[in-house]
């Protein structure tokens, strides 16, 4: 059995995600967000065109929308108005690449949460989307909260006894691609695997946690 298969298995039981509605009739933009979003762990649904959104909202229990502003058929206000008839509590998120005083009021009026100006970084999307979560009082999955905190507390410690992957893969028999994995959260690590790593880092396996 490969060590991708062994580490499969989920430190904790299923928990529904943060799930995401990305409207925006750029095919590179929708693109993009579902790529980063999708990897920082959100379950996305991206739509571009916006006729479409309010029966996306209507069955689809997002938490967080993601909203261009300039579309043909119906702009962003306009569907943000019909969203709004329908869910008054989804946490949206405006996106424009022209931004103006007009806009921005009337978005706020329609309890937009944020504002996303284009071009925007990736830095910028996770900022906005980070502040929008806390707006709304919501949380990643704890299982995923877990992933990230072992996977930085390793990273950091690796890093002070500047050990790189490759001395940490030879040190615990582990492969340098699944070391990798569980320092970005992308897999989560088997009791097993924390023990050779905490081994290798000369610390106890409990500290990998963190504050968790």
Sequence with gaps: MSNTSEEATA???PVQSVRI???DDDAGI???LETVLRKDGFEVQSLRDSTKAVEAVRVGEFHLCLLDLMMPRQD???TLRAIRGLDSDLG???ITGY???DTAVQSMQLDALDYLQKPFTVEDLRAVVARAMKKKGLTRAPEEQLHRV???TIRNL????ELTLKQMAKRTGLSVSLLSQIERAESSASISSLYKIAVALETRIQDLFGDF
């Design 11 to 13: 430190l904790g039981g």
């Design 21 to 23: 509605l990305v409207v």
């Design 30 to 32: 929708c693109d993009l």
């Design 76 to 78: 962003g206000l306009e």
């Design 92 to 94: 949206v998120i405006v």
């Design 99 to 101: 931004p103006s005083l």
């Design 150 to 152: 072992i996977g930085e």
């Design 158 to 161: 690796r890093k002070e006894r």
